[in-house]
């Protein structure tokens, strides 16, 4: 062989052999503890009680649920097998996987499903929305479930695959009843071992877990917990958080500050993850009682604010933040639209003024809770107040915990305002914020009737319509106040297989040897 011949041969080995080396140290390996730095404590791991997001994010490791989203965010099966459409639209009959086990070793079976969703439905506050349309839930044996609505539904599929709506076992629900959950028992790659609060959330590898055959595909298909335990870290201090993963001391950074990005994306050993969507911030009103049940006083609120000094201090970099008034987001197609966006970013102190002057506003105070563990909430509210004390305003700027605002804002008579992300969701009829009994208790019977409709509605140009009366009513009467989108960064040390999206989690992630 001629010697040059020779050289090109063994180059294209050694390329072999390097690439088969990197193959083999990207291949996912079992074992290690992930250290998941967290903004702060759960209010609940109990999703049927709550909407704060870090309780499912860390719950659904968990718990599963019968449906789950897809890359495109589609409701696909997941503990469902699949499902049958009869009587118009309004029966769903839907097959469970067979050989699903619980962590107490119990098989899952349709009682426990219908126990989970009917429970789900008296507590939850998309659950109460659902269950408007729902007529009954029951096991007609143990794979099979059915579901009877009073009208066809677009947005079934899409709530039972809320991360929210978990499954538990029946006898666990019958004990609990309508009090929190004293057993936490799922099906889910993780299985719960203790909760030292403030110090950490410990789950560990459920050997006889269940997954599904297929790929991965977003959240559906197959789902491996390839690490021994998930370490859940309350870290309220983003400081804190974004040092321990730059030093290793954890492998999962949440919330990191957008000013940091270029900095963190310069480290070699640092992986940088911008979730997009993932939300928008919102200031939400107490309709229910106090300074703020008064419409023209949330109205001069409304027109005084200029969003993007607000957005600016909250997000820093731009690339981290979008002024935009729609209810729902660009990525979601067609049901974004600027259609009755009308009260958004109006920068008007004269109105604000002369509003405030109609109301009888005679300096109350709002009270408006706050947190510093999502530091954004905390600067957005601090620009805010300065806003509205220029027109007449009077701000008594509460700085909490945030499981303490989560239960406070619960209780009407103890605040006016309380500072918020509303996370993405695939369901556009499900965004829980809008609800009435949503903390603020946002009650408007033109609005509850055009929810209604697009719970129903399946055609997406319907919905499309419907969405732009729901935004014309949300500013006229001042709902919430949406301050503008914003993209979550996530930072990495360590962690491979981490994939960024709206719904956190950790199977199908592994550390390296």
């Not at 041969?9 to 250290?35: N, T, W």
């Not at 335990?229 to 001391?249: M, N, Q, Y």
């Not at 106090?290 to 820093?316: C, E």
């Amino acid at each position: 062989m001629p010697r040059f011949s020779r050289l090109v041969l063994f180059v294209a080995v050694l390329g072999l052999l390097g690439a088969a080396s990197v193959a083999a140290q990207e291949a996912p390996r079992a074992g290690g503890i992930l250290k998941a730095a967290m903004i702060g404590e759960p209010p609940t791991l109990d999703t049927h009680t709550t909407t704060a997001t870090i309780a499912y994010q860390i719950a659904w490791h968990v718990f599963e649920t019968l449906y789950t989203y897809d890359r495109q965010y589609a409701p696909v099966p997941h503990l469902a097998e699949g499902h049958t459409v009869a009587d118009g639209g309004r029966r769903y009959t839907i097959t469970l996987r067979r050989g699903v086990k619980f962590h107490n070793g119990r098989d899952l079976t349709a009682a426990d499903a219908a126990a989970s969703i009917v429970r789900w439905g008296r507590l939850h506050v998309t659950g109460k929305t659902m269950f408007k349309t729902i007529e009954a839930v029951e096991a007609r044996d143990a794979q099979t479930l059915v579901i009877s609505l009073k009208e066809p539904s677009g947005s079934l599929l899409y709530a039972l695959a809320s991360p929210y709506l978990a499954i538990h076992p029946k006898s666990v629900l019958d004990a609990a009843g309508d009090q929190p959950l004293t057993e936490l028992i799922g099906t889910g790659p993780f299985r719960f071992v203790e909760h030292k609060p403030d110090r950490h959330i410990r789950l560990a590898r459920f050997k006889d877990y269940a997954a599904r055959a297929e790929p991965a595909d977003g959240h559906g298909g197959k789902r491996t917990a390839w690490v021994d335990e998930i370490h859940f870290l309350p870290v309220p201090e983003v400081a804190v958080r974004t040092a321990g993963i730059e030093s290793g001391d954890y492998h999962f950074a949440q919330t990191v500050k957008p000013d940091q990005y270029d900095r963190l994306k310069a480290n070699p050993r640092v992986g940088v993850h911008v979730v997009k969507p993932s939300g928008w911030l919102t200031a939400a009103p107490n309709h229910k009682q106090g300074v703020m049940a008064n419409r023209k006083i949330r109205q001069a609120l409304q027109a005084v604010l200029d969003m993007d000094p607000i957005m600016t201090a909250a997000f820093g970099h731009r690339a981290f933040f979008r002024v935009d008034g729609a209810l729902y987001f660009p990525e979601q197609g067609l049901f974004h639209t600027q259609g009755g966006v009308s009260g958004y970013n109006l920068r008007n102190k004269e109105r604000a003024r002369a509003l405030l002057k109609e109301a009888g506003y005679a300096g109350q105070p709002v009270r408006w809770i706050t947190t510093r563990e999502y530091d954004y909430m905390y600067n957005s509210a601090l620009v805010a107040r300065q806003q509205m004390e220029e027109v007449g305003f009077k701000v008594d700027l509460q700085v909490l915990d945030w499981a303490t605002v989560v239960q406070r804002r619960s209780k009407p008579e103890l605040w006016d305002l309380f500072t918020t992300g509303i996370t993405f969701g695939p369901d556009p009829a499900l965004t829980s914020n809008l609800q009435c009994d949503w903390p603020g208790w946002w009650c408007h019977e033109e609005k509850e009737r055009l929810l209604t409709e697009l719970i129903r509605e399946g055609d997406p140009r319907k919905r499309r319509a419907l969405i732009e009366r729901i935004q014309a009513v949300f500013y006229e009467d001042v709902g919430r106040i949406k301050m503008g989108d914003f993209f979550t960064m996530y930072a990495t040390r360590e962690l491979k297989g981490f994939q960024a999206s709206p719904f956190l989690h950790f199977w199908n992630v592994w550390l390296p040897r």
